[in-house]
C-alpha cells in the first residue's frame, strides 16, 4: 500500500495546521499510524505513534487523528512556532513491512 | 541515554559491495528488532529492511530484496546491512532506528515505531 502526503504545506505562527496521509489500499484503521519530524540535516524524530499518542518531550501542540471515512490519518500543530518548520512523514506498516509516507514540508512564515 | 551510530559508508564504485555497521548503547539491545531506513538527496524516507531481537526473521522492501543482507551480533550490540552490486540509485543517507513495540492493532498485527534513529552513514555510488 501506499501512503500519499500533500508535498507542502505552510502557515503562520501562532495557527493551526493539518497535514493528511492518505493510505491507497486496506483500512487506515487497520495498523498504526506514526508521525516523524525531520528538521535540515539531522535524523527525523517521532512525534506521534500508535495513531495519537505523543512520544515523551513532544508537546501537545502536537496531536494525531484518525478518519476511517478518508482512510486518512492527520497531524494537527497547533500554535506553529517557527521551530516547528520541517519536514514530516507518516509511517504505518502491514505484517512483512513499513511504509513512509512521501513527506510534508512545513513552513512556517 | 539510548543511541545508535552507524558506520561504514563512503563512496563505492557500482557493482560492488559496502557493509554498514549500527552500534547501540543505552539499552538492552538483545530484547529489540532493529530496522534499516534510507534516504536519498532531496527525497523521503524509504524502509528498507527489518531484524527480528533475536535475528530469527528479517524483512525486505522489494527493491533491495536479493542484494541487501540485515544481520545483527547481539554480543557487540550491533546492527549490519550487507549491501552488494551497489547502483547509482542507492546512493543515500543510510539511518538505523529501534523497532518500538505500538502493541496490538486491530489486524491482528503487533504494531511498532521508530525510535530513535541513528545520525546516518552516507553512501555514495559512483564511478
Known amino acids: 500500500f501506499l501512503l500519499t502526503q500533500p508535498h507542502s504545506v505552510s502557515e503562520s505562527p501562532g495557527k493551526t495546521v493539518t497535514i493528511s496521509c492518505t493510505r491507497s489500499s486496506g483500512s487506515i484503521a487497520s495498523n498504526y499510524v506514526q508521525w516523524y519530524q525531520q528538521r535540515p540535516g539531522s535524523a527525523p524524530t517521532a512525534v506521534i505513534y500508535q495513531d495519537y499518542q505523543r512520544p515523551s518531550g513532544v508537546p501537545d501542540r502536537f496531536s494525531g487523528s484518525i478518519d476511517s471515512s478518508s482512510n486518512s490519518a492527520s497531524l494537527t500543530i497547533s500554535g506553529l512556532k517557527t521551530e516547528d518548520e520541517a519536514d514530516y512523514y507518516c509511517q504505518s506498516y502491514d505484517a512483512t513491512s513499513w511504509v513512509f509516507g512521501g513527506g510534508t514540508k512545513l513552513t512556517v512564515l | 541515554q539510548v543511541q545508535l551510530v552507524e558506520s561504514g559508508g563512503g563512496v563505492v564504485l557500482p557493482g560492488r559491495s559496502l557493509r554498514l555497521s549500527c552500534a547501540a548503547s543505552?539499552?538492552?539491545?538483545?530484547?529489540?528488532?532493529m530496522h534499516w531506513v534510507r534516504q536519498a538527496p532531496g527525497k523521503g524516507l524509504e524502509w528498507l529492511s527489518m531484524i527480528f531481537y533475536d535475528g530469527s526473521k528479517k524483512y525486505y522492501v522489494n527493491s533491495v530484496k536479493g542484494r541487501f543482507t540485515i544481520s545483527r551480533d547481539n554480543s557487540k550490540n550491533t546492527v549490519y546491512l550487507q549491501m552488494n552490486s551497489l547502483r547509482a540509485e542507492d546512493t543515500a543517507i543510510y539511518y538505523c532506528?529501534?523497532?518500538?513495540?505500538?502493541?496490538?492493532?486491530?489486524?491482528?498485527?503487533?504494531?511498532?515505531?521508530?525510535?530513535?534513529w541513528g545520525q546516518g552513514t552516507l553512501v555514495t555510488v559512483s564511478s
Open positions: 543505552g539499552f538492552r539491545f538483545s530484547t529489540y528488532g
Open positions: 532506528a529501534r523497532d518500538v513495540g505500538a502493541g496490538w492493532d486491530k489486524s491482528g498485527t503487533f504494531g511498532s515505531w521508530f525510535d530513535p
